[in-house]
């Protein structure tokens, strides 16, 4: 079986947000097991697992994302990889339809340029007290918090971008508090300067639980950014700036109760499973 390493939410290698990719033909799907130790063995935040579907069943494909640790619900970064992928392998130009488990059916439309565009639900926050916890993880003290419903995030409101990229959070209180409160990880997040022309806003994003100490490029955070910041600063289509090491630009869109997520994506490296 051949694996791909995509950079996603970037133009060029060694930035933005890696992904492993396995496209697997019409059948059964492997072990759950035997994909949670591929994961584990990229040691990725997410390697997606993607199978195809007969004609007629509602969808191009089926896809499943795994943590080193856990498979996850939604993964935005891992989508754009293998529609990516797809493209770049199997010719596929266009909209690709991917059935999840736990997230519906999500389109991915591949353009020749190398852009992908995820459409995906968007998952708008509903205004929250801050958990017991959060705040001594990040050590700072935020604006506002959300709670993003399914998603299963803390979207965490910060005063600008400097306090963003200062936070050095504990990882262990944070992943106390986000197992039991049943979510999935913390996004920070501020307003870009008022001096920059590139992006809108800036984030963050942690998931210790699930074996991320901090994700490079998040999509699926992105689902509950571009709703806050579309409606705070009054305009629909934004760009916002992952500010991890390695960063990654995604350009929004909100369309209602969905959000499409734009990005480049480089394949970096190509391999065989020998097991």
């Not at 591929?38 to 499943?64: C, H, K």
């Not at 389109?107 to 992908?116: R, T």
């Not at 399914?150 to 409101?157: E, K, P, S």
């Not at 022309?197 to 100490?213: K, L, N, T, W």
Request: charged content about 20%.
């Amino acid at each position: 079986m051949r694996i791909h390493v995509v950079d996603t939410f970037t133009d060029r290698p060694f930035a933005g947000n890696p992904a492993g990719v396995c496209l697997l033909d019409t059948g059964d799907w492997p072990e759950d097991a035997w994909m949670q130790l591929v994961a584990a063995e990229m040691n990725y935040s997410e390697t997606a697992f993607a199978r195809q579907l007969p004609p007629g069943d509602g969808a191009d494909w089926e896809i499943r994302w795994f943590t080193p640790l856990v498979e996850t619900n939604l993964c935005g970064h891992a989508t754009l990889a293998t529609a990516h992928t797809l493209r770049r392998e199997r010719g596929v130009v266009g909209t690709s339809r991917f059935r999840s488990r736990f997230s519906g059916i999500l389109a991915a439309h591949a353009y020749e340029d190398g852009s992908v565009t995820l459409d995906f639900p968007a998952a708008p926050g509903a205004e929250s007290a801050a958990p017991e916890g959060l705040l001594d993880a990040l050590g700072v003290k935020s604006e506002a918090v959300f709670r993003t419903g399914a998603l299963g995030d803390l979207l965490t409101v910060l005063p600008d971008e400097a306090t963003v990229r200062a936070v050095t959070p504990d990882l262990d209180v944070m992943a106390d508090m986000t197992r039991r409160e049943g979510l999935r990880g913390v996004i920070i997040t501020a307003p870009a300067p008022s001096t920059s022309r590139d992006y809108h806003f800036v984030s963050r994003f942690f998931s210790p639980a699930e074996g991320i100490s901090e994700d490079p490029v998040t999509g699926s955070a992105h689902t509950a950014l571009a709703p806050y910041w579309s409606a705070r600063l009054g305009r629909d289509d934004l760009t916002g700036l992952q500010v991890s090491a390695r960063t990654g630009l995604v350009r929004t869109a909100v369309y209602g109760d969905r959000v499409h997520l734009t990005g480049h994506a480089v394949t970096v490296l190509e391999g065989t499973l020998y097991v």
